[in-house]
């Protein structure tokens, strides 16, 4: 009899496993999204398999098809697929090899995982463990570069960056600061839990004032510290609050060399870019900016096609320079994503891309208290994206598209009752911060 009994227990296990195979599939793509999300920090290779796992396992759990139905209802899903069409569309009418438009078509796969991630965390539990996850992964990077900044460890590259570069270092560790200041802000906690969201929220941007020497992570850290710090408040409560960041960043651009000298000297390559007789950093981008403007004066309405830009520039600087001058070097990426887009597809591409940012920033299928985090991260991209095509890189634009898709992902009602996203009187705030 007990041999028996063990027997239908067993079974009865079994089945249930089998039953639950689609959520654990789910699960498993949830897992490796979060592994993909660290790995970009880090690593290509690893970020690049997490990512194949991820769109493997969401296949896999046969759920695909429904939880997609589900999100193609949001303007923020269905305006994004209106850009790629026209992304495809261009494919028709570009002048180069058929290689070089599958290319350029490929490196909006990060729109294709925004979606994914949109559909998949649409648990409250797996959105903590992202976050979690993440800050536990860069905090490991932040004591690396701190190790070596104080020399007491050597690595192949300088602290300043250690994860990869500089740029991605600078956002990952922005990114991770506003997460910290999120929970810190929005989330019950014990008062331990606060004082350690606090100091590494405090650490890491100690970190991108004075070691991580890039642009784009004090955009990011700024905005998104405004778009946390003054939404929701009292007009007084703003005004103190704006007065207190004002402080801080004139302290900061004062007191830190590395921001002096960054925002400096990039002001000083730009307006001294016509005399300048070496390329720089600033000074290249304004080129870039000012021949891709050239160019749309005969292609405004279409653009040179998906594709088309490094063979449009390349013509226009080799009979606008002499070829000793570092000015007619070519380029395939202006360094700003919004001409990137308007060169190669017309000002209807422009406009459709637009419209899905302002889509995402208008989004209300997610809680209310992850809209303001996503806002944040949203705003720094858009404003870095004047300088880079951040929309689009592998690191910066996955890392982007991660947290949009897992913060905006709406939790659907359960026991019959009110959504906390669809109760005015119910938020995060209201409930302990823990990963289960």
């Known amino acids: 009899m007990a041999v028996a009994e063990a ?16 959520t654990l599939w789910i699960d498993v793509a949830r897992a490796w999204a979060i592994i993909a ?4 920090l880090y690593s290509p290779t690893v970020a690049s398999v997490a990512l194949i796992t991820t769109y493997v396992a969401f296949v896999a759990s046969g759920q695909a098809v429904v939880r997609l139905r589900q999100v193609f209802q949001r303007p923020a899903v269905y305006l994004g697929l209106v850009f790629l069409g026209v992304v495809l ?3 028709s009418y570009a002048s180069v090899p058929w290689s070089d438009r599958w290319i350029d078509v490929f490196k909006w796969r ?35 570069s701190f190790a070596a900044a104080g020399g007491w460890i050597t690595f192949r590259q300088g602290p300043n960056a250690l994860l990869r570069n500089y ?23 014990s008062w331990r839990m606060r004082w350690l969201g606090l100091v590494l929220g405090l650490l890491f941007v100690s970190n991108i ?8 992570g004090y955009v990011v850290l700024g905005l998104g510290l405004v778009v946390l710090l003054l939404g929701n408040v009292s007009p007084v409560q703003r005004f103190i609050v704006a007065l207190g960041l004002s402080v801080a960043a004139t302290l900061v651009f004062t007191l830190s060399p590395p921001v002096h000298d960054k925002v400096t000297i990039g002001i000083s390559e730009w307006e001294h870019e016509t005399e300048s007789p070496n390329m720089t950093g600033m000074g290249v981008r304004r080129v870039f900016y000012v021949n891709t403007l050239e160019i749309l004066k005969d292609h405004w309405l279409l653009g040179v096609g998906t594709g088309g830009f490094r063979q449009a520039y390349t013509e226009h600087v080799t009979k606008k ?30 406009a459709a891309f637009l419209a899905w940012i302002f889509a995402i920033a208008r989004d209300e299928g997610g809680q209310s208290a992850y809209r303001k985090l996503a806002l944040a991260v949203l705003c720094g991209w858009c404003v870095t ?27 659907p009602p359960q026991g019959g009752q009110q959504s906390p996203e669809k109760d005015p009187q119910s938020s995060l705030c209201d409930r302990p911060f823990q990963l289960a």
């Open 7 to 22: 027997g239908r227990v067993c079974m009865d296990r079994f089945k249930g496993t089998f039953h639950d195979m689609p």
């Open 37 to 40: 999300t660290v790995g970009l």
């Open 89 to 91: 569309i261009g494919v």
């Open 110 to 144: 990060t729109m294709l995982w925004f979606i994914v991630i949109l559909s998949i965390f649409d648990e409250e539990r797996w959105k903590r463990r992202l976050m979690l996850g993440f800050v536990v992964g860069a905090t490991v990077g932040l004591i690396g």
């Open 167 to 189: 740029v991605t270092q600078g956002m990952g560790f922005a990114v991770a600061a506003l997460v910290c200041f999120w929970m810190l802000v929005r989330a019950t906690l």
């Open 209 to 216: 004032v004075f070691i991580t020497t890039g642009r784009s």
């Open 321 to 350: 320079y002499e070829p000793s001058d570092w000015r007619s070097g070519s380029t395939g990426d202006p360094h700003n994503q919004y001409l990137a887009v308007f060169a190669q597809h017309g000002i209807g591409g422009l």
């Open 385 to 411: 994206s004047l300088f880079s095509s951040h929309f689009r890189t592998f690191a910066e634009g996955h890392l982007m598209m991660t947290f949009l898709g897992a913060l905006l992902a709406a939790v």
